[in-house]
């Protein structure tokens, strides 16, 4: 009873104080297509292999004692198991693997290796805490070191943006990098500030199941009208080859032709600028 209360009361108390059918469209039925992956296993399994591999090695310290307790004990604290298990179906659930959908896994795993190590001998938790501290040290070493490819874009593109704009004029970015509208000090043209809930992509497809008709339910033509009362000053294509590019949608392709002309690039990144 407790813990169906403790799931219940907050979403229907954040419901209450938001809008509940609205509420219920942006968590649940907003977009089916988000929740399939018909058209990308391939891109959706690359991605669960890979992140899940990362946890693995991050967490190379903590598994090994688990194991061993599941080996030679059988038992444990059953809401830590709980616990453990249910991260792992949220995990799961949507199938997009996402690198931070990860990190609900992390505090179950660490206290179930916290009680294995108070019944294993004590060279267990001389290995654990070695082998923690040294992959602390790599992924340290690499969110240190590891290049910033796409934010090095980001701020390139918020330079070119900035030098052929006004600081009142409206931009519209059609990309998946948000930022950029803030390292250009430039407002967007739209309360869309990416291309994700325009085309779907936002949920990490990039097949078939991305495009117009994809879209959140009555997207495009808000879209339409915000651009239509603020047209910006400046369009920049930063799809750069994705399946998000305007050659496959027809209301941004038409948008383009009527009123802008290619003024440059950036990156792959293609600047348009308003006709008079």
Known sequence: MRLGAGAVLPVLGA?????????????????????????SELHVLGRAL?????????????IPPVVRVLRIARTGAADLWLWCAASA???????????????????????????????????????????????????LAWGLLAPRTELAHAQRLADATARRTDPGDRVLIWGMHPETYWLADRAPASRYLTAGLLTNYSGGRNG????????VAGA???LRAELTAHPPALIIDDSRGKSYAPERLPSLRRLLSAGYEEVGEVDGAVLYARVD
């Not at 938001?18 to 058209?39: E, I, K, N, Q, R």
């Not at 199941?209 to 994809?214: D, I, N, S």
Request: overall charge neutral; charged content about 5%; glycine content about 10%.
């Open 15 to 39: 419901a209450l104080v938001t809008d509940p059918a609205g509420f219920l469209f942006w968590t649940v039925t907003g977009s089916g297509a988000y929740a399939s992956f018909t058209g």
């Open 50 to 62: 890979a992140n899940t591999a990362i946890l693995a090695v991050g967490c190379a310290g903590l």
């Open 89 to 139: 179906g949220a995990v799961l659930a949507g199938f997009h693997f996402f690198g931070h959908y990860y990190l609900q896994l992390l505090p179950p795993l660490v206290l179930l290796a916290t009680a294995a190590l108070h019944i294993l001998p004590r060279e267990r938790l001389t290995a654990a805490v070695l082998t923690s501290a040294c992959c602390c040290t790599l992924f």
């Open 208 to 215: 078939p199941q991305v495009g117009e008709k994809h879209a």
């Open 220 to 222: 495009w033509p808000v």
